[in-house]
């Protein structure tokens, strides 16, 4: 079975620019994940969708927003990017929402220049 | 307070040797999971081992085991027959609100750097 993927695994973007990050779940994974690590933040949750509804929400601006799809694949954007946001986003799954096992993809590096 | 801490920034072991990698936590919530994650220079977070608040044994996985202590609020990880693979970073984590489903995000400590040497 094929594991959690994001695309893309680089990004380099510029100030005021926005973009936009994807995540494929585990096949038959309804819940994805996302997460951004920086070396002086560390792993911090942004939000959590479900059946295509997001269920928690992290503290974050509302810069950073996410859907998910009927496929359940997701997608992140953040917009009006500041110098700030350069950091690993991790994109994570699990079966349900109710499931406690959760797999992580490997992560899309963003850096903001 | 923090809610997960890993008071051991880095730690060194030799090959074939055990290591204890410590995690405390804090919550007042009965239901709970821990959890640990273990990141290569690659990024990728790979799933280690829980841990519920209500099992009774403390889980194993392989090599990996979760020494757990709920009246410590203690949950480490125990790695035996270390292997030169082994050298990472070693994340605890914890979600709350197991039972009344609102358990959605994990809190993340701020990891220990394991170094397996020769």
């Known amino acids: 079975k094929a594991g959690v993927t994001q695309t893309p695994r680089y990004l380099i973007k510029t100030r005021g620019q926005q973009v936009t990050l994807s995540c494929s779940p585990i096949?038959?994974?309804?819940?994805v994940s996302w997460y951004q690590q920086t070396p002086g933040q560390g792993l911090q949750f942004l939000f959590e969708?479900?059946?295509?509804?997001?269920?928690n929400k992290g503290n974050f601006p509302g810069r950073f927003s996410g859907r998910q799809f009927s496929n359940s694949r997701s997608e992140m954007n953040v917009s009006t990017l500041e110098l700030g946001d350069s950091a690993l986003y991790l994109c994570?799954?699990?079966?349900?929402?109710?499931?406690?096992?959760?797999?992580f993809g490997p992560g899309t590096r963003l850096t903001v220049l | 307070a923090q809610k997960i801490t890993q008071t051991q920034p880095g730690m060194f072991v030799q090959e074939k040797e055990a290591v204890t990698l410590d995690c405390t936590y804090d919550t007042s919530d009965p239901s709970y999971g821990l959890f640990w994650y273990k990141q290569p220079s690659s990024g990728e977070m790979i799933f280690l081992i829980y841990?519920?608040?209500?099992?009774?044994q403390n889980a194993t996985e392989g090599r990996y085991s979760l020494n757990f202590q709920k009246a410590r609020k203690s949950a480490n990880l125990v790695i035996s027959a270390s292997q030169l693979g082994d050298s990472a970073m070693y994340f605890c984590a914890m979600r709350e609100g197991l039972r009344d489903g609102t358990a959605s995000k994990l809190t993340f400590g701020t990891g220990t750097r394991l170094q397996v040497t020769l």
């Open positions: 096949s038959g994974h309804r819940s």
């Open positions: 994570a799954s699990r079966l349900g929402a109710v499931h406690n096992e959760q797999f």
């Open positions: 841990q519920g608040s209500y099992d009774q």
């Open positions: 969708y479900f059946s295509e509804t997001q269920r």
